[in-house]
């Protein structure tokens, strides 16, 4: 029996004692899954490489399937009762083809129940607060906000892919910052840490600084434009790090690039919630995480267009398995069992 959404009634009048639930995150860097039992303690762990179907469409059901195997490690794949996924980019779980890969893992794993796929704006929504009603912030690789009410998903706002959106995500920084450096190469400008940083992640037998005749820059520019467009597009988010480092160093342009991010992302926030809106508004994901200078600047000027509190949802998969549990029995959807699962 599908599972109708993770707080809605519970699945069995009877709820066995050895019962377990599985709480799931596709997230475009890693897949993470957690199985606990219908206290909240976990019992079971499992990860893998990038979970996401969109920017991973070769391999991420078998990293989904790699994490759950690891995850049932010891364990009865029959016990586990409900499942929630969060996915980030789950819209290709729609295509049947698609879709058949993650059943055949789920299914090859030994899982009898059928699992809850959801978006990971729920699922980072849930790990980082109980509380039924608020706003959403993801930005990690890519970028999305959303609006829940009763646990609900009932707004978006970006969230559009690395083609037509997610902007201010780690996939933007990237890619601004190899723009930010064909720029100045085309220009003839004079290369900063972040352009040579740049050069060497993506060129890393190269050196900016050593080719500072025209000629050099034009071929400078030639490779990391061939460079670029050979790799997958969604690998730009593995930049974002260098855009950080160079902002440490005073960079003037990463110190640009990370006003901006701040700044889309607060619009992205802004398409759905109000001045007048007080629930929480959780941020998930690296680049609005605490370490990360986007997510500083977030914190200091969200204050200064929204009111309520800003929480940071430092465990998604907890979240998802914390909406298992309600899916399990709403009754076991508590905040001692909200605060177990995602410390």
Same mark, same amino acid.
């Given at each position: ?6 707080? =809605?009634?519970? +699945? &069995?009048?009877?709820?066995?004692? #050895? /019962?377990?639930?599985? @709480?799931?995150? $596709? !997230? ?8 606990a039992d219908h206290e909240g303690n976990v019992v079971g762990r499992g990860a893998a490489a990038g979970g996401n179907p969109t ?90 906000? =959303?609006?829940? +009410? &009763?646990?609900?998903?009932?707004? #978006? /706002?970006?969230?559009? @892919?690395?083609? $037509? !959106? ?74 974002a790090p260098t855009v950080v480092a160079a902002y440490d160093q005073n960079d003037e342009t990463a110190h640009a690039l990370v ?85």
């Amino acid at each position: 029996m599908s599972v109708e959404h993770p707080l =809605g009634e519970p +699945r &069995d009048p009877v709820m066995p004692a #050895t /019962a377990l639930v599985l @709480g799931g995150d $596709l !997230g475009g860097t890693s897949t993470r899954i957690v199985i606990a039992d219908h206290e909240g303690n976990v019992v079971g762990r499992g990860a893998a490489a990038g979970g996401n179907p969109t920017s991973h469409p070769a391999s991420a059901a078998a990293n989904f399937g790699q994490a759950i195997h690891q995850a049932l490690d010891g364990l009865d794949p029959s016990l586990i009762s409900t499942a929630v996924i969060g996915a980030a980019g789950g819209s290709a779980l729609s295509n049947p083809g698609v879709r058949a890969q993650f059943d055949a893992a789920w299914s090859g794993a030994g899982l009898l129940c059928r699992p809850d796929y959801i978006g990971d704006l729920e699922v980072a929504f849930a790990s980082g607060t109980p509380e039924p009603d608020g706003t959403v912030l993801i930005a990690g690789t890519g970028s999305a906000a =959303g609006l829940v +009410r &009763d646990h609900r998903l009932v707004r #978006t /706002a970006d969230g559009h @892919g690395w083609l $037509l !959106g997610d902007d201010g995500s780690g996939f933007w920084l990237g890619r601004e910052a190899v723009r930010s450096l064909l720029r100045a190469l085309d220009l003839g400008e004079q290369i900063g840490a972040l352009g040579q940083a740049v050069t060497q992640a993506v060129l890393p037998d190269r050196d900016a600084a050593a080719g500072a005749e025209r000629v050099g820059y034009d071929r400078l520019r030639d490779d990391l434009i061939r460079t670029v467009n050979a790799r997958p597009p969604v690998l730009l988010a593995e930049l974002a790090p260098t855009v950080v480092a160079a902002y440490d160093q005073n960079d003037e342009t990463a110190h640009a690039l990370v006003k901006r991010a701040a700044e889309l992302l607060i619009e992205t926030v802004g398409r759905l919630r109000t001045t007048s809106d007080n629930g929480p508004l959780v941020l998930a994901g690296s680049v609005a995480g605490e370490s990360s200078p986007v997510g500083r600047l977030l914190r200091q000027s969200i204050h200064e267009h929204f009111q309520g509190e800003v929480l940071i949802a430092r465990d998604g998969v907890g979240g998802a398995t914390w909406l298992a549990l309600g899916a399990l029995d709403p009754a076991l959807a508590t905040r001692s069992n909200h605060a177990r699962l995602v410390s």
